[in-house]
């Protein structure tokens, strides 16, 4: 999962684009990257890292240009370290200078790779984003740059919400079942100014207006100079499958993607979540900050008091993101510290949006008890993991996903706790407006595409 920015016809198209940036931190942290385009040339830096360790204000000076996209990378596994930093940009035959910003995961790429190479083309690293320049530039050859980017998505399998930036052109494209979340915003008073971003959280910051979502097989571009976008659509036919994980822990929650408001959309899983398990308890405890929006909506359906009884360190990234299991642990423990006098003697409904590996819940509910808990009920505002996302969520492998080898009963015993519930599948789901737009499949195993994952 990554985080995307776009902007055209601005002349503070790189701090805007920063602070574009800044605002979608949350859905990558290792390294991150801006190109703009000056009329003549593109310029790039990338970096590892957050957006403002990487960027200063003489590197923001040297990215000239009314033309920018930018990209924030959450390494997921295979796929680590600063040189799969994004965007790509390179410059093509007739002069076409094109770079390219990905959120997702092209699930045929090892084939596409093989085919290209094949035919004579020189990867420079191994992100799948490289695959779309090389099947755009054979395609250059005979066709148009927008007619070469649909004919390449017909080759393409998988999720893959992308901002191209072509000579001034700049070209929004959403993969037909719509796995990522992208949208098209206007800057205010700059009617020829579009931006487009991952998250509308990125448009609240630059008070752009949210026109709406770029739709699953779509593709916008905006041509320099004109105040029109030229909407193209391809992959008719397929069924729109968006990324229910989104909602359930990525996107920040003064979002709104897929037409759903995300904090509204997290209250309404912590409200049926508890109408699925009641419990009598004496308050209901979030962990931050991935808890805080379910459990609201659980301490409203419970009719107990909601208290911030677990205090966020927030000089600590995200946990997850972690490599080894031992700097998880630590890092958890880092993260998430318990007030005592708030925990001893009660009884507490303890929310989470997600249990994955189990590190979260293992790290600190075991601590409840001896600090001195009454009774401690667990409950989870989604379903059990149990299976792999090949779509650009990093969730480990089958074997290090907590859900697969133990039941909630399982779990709750080995954890001491007094109830686990996990929201089910049909619960999560009465939560969005259109549910069958949704890819589930870390839950229920059904993949959208015809390709499996290789396991
Ligand atoms: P775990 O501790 O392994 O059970 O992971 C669950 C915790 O990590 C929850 O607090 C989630 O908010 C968070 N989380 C769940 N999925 C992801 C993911 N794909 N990337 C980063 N964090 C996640």
Redesign the pocket.
Known sequence: MCGIFGISGHKEASRLTYFGLYALQHRGQECTGIVTYDGKENHLQVGGGLVHDVFQEKDLSALVGEYAIGHVRYGSAGNRGVRSALPLSVRMAGGLQLAIAHDGKIINAPQLRKELEDEGAIFQSNSDTEIFIHLISHRLRNLSLEEAILDACKKIEGAYSVLILANGKLIALRDPHGFHPLLIGRMPDEKHSYVFASESCAFDLLEAELIRDVLPGEMVVVEKGTEEIVSYRFGEGTPVRQCIFELV?FARPDSTIFGENVYQCRKRMGHTMVREARQEVDCVIP?PD?GIYAALGAAQEAGAPYEHALIRNHYVG?T??QPTQSMREFGVRVKINPVHSMIQDRKLMVV??????????RTRVAKFREIGAKEVHFRVSSPPVLHPCCYG???PSSEEL?AVHHSPEELRQELGLDSLHYLSIEGLMSTVSCPNSYCAACFTGVYPTALPIAE
């Not at 949006?353 to 590190?359: A, E, K, L, N, W």
Request: net charge negative.
């Open positions: 822990y962990f991935s995200r997850f993101i989470d949006d997600s249990i994955v590996r189990g590190t979260t819940v969520v990093d969730f907590v």
